[in-house]
């Protein structure tokens, strides 16, 4: 049974930076892509950003390329995302989220939902204006 546990949501003003954390047991963590997702009330959750299992490919929102960055340390079983320029519309409950086979990489795999079986509680990223 896999378990992710997310950490490093908050508040911040607009322009502010935070860092989420997922650690992840239960499976081979070097071996699976990892993703980020967020949700809004009233909204679809959206694929925010994903690195695949070796850490040599990445993807990202468009709207937040360049401020976000996901990177991973296989030593610690962790996932991270470092949001910097952060702006009110990223506000959102932010879930991280495990691969479901191991080895996939590619664009089309890691960043839809179904990609995914495992998925964390979310943590909250408020950012004020």
């Known amino acids: 049974q896999v378990q992710l546990v997310e950490s490093g949501g908050g508040s911040v003003q607009a322009g502010g930076s935070l860092r989420v954390s997922c650690e992840a047991s239960?499976?081979?963590?070097?071996?699976?892509?990892m993703g980020w997702f967020r949700q809004t009330p009233g909204k679809e959750r959206e694929f925010v950003a994903a690195i695949d299992w070796s850490g040599g490919s990445t993807y990202y929102l468009d709207s937040v390329k360049g401020r976000f960055t996901i990177s991973r340390d296989n030593a610690k079983n962790t996932v991270y995302l470092q949001m910097n320029s952060l702006k009110p519309e990223d506000t959102a409950v932010y879930y991280c989220?495990?691969?479901?086979?191991?080895?996939?990489?590619?664009?089309?795999?890691?960043?839809?939902?179904?990609?995914?079986?495992?998925w964390g509680q979310g943590t909250q990223v408020t950012v004020s204006s």
């Open positions: 989220a495990h691969g479901s086979r191991a080895y996939w990489s590619g664009s089309y795999y890691l960043t839809d939902a179904t990609g995914y079986d495992y």
């Open positions: 239960g499976r081979t963590f070097s071996n699976y892509g």
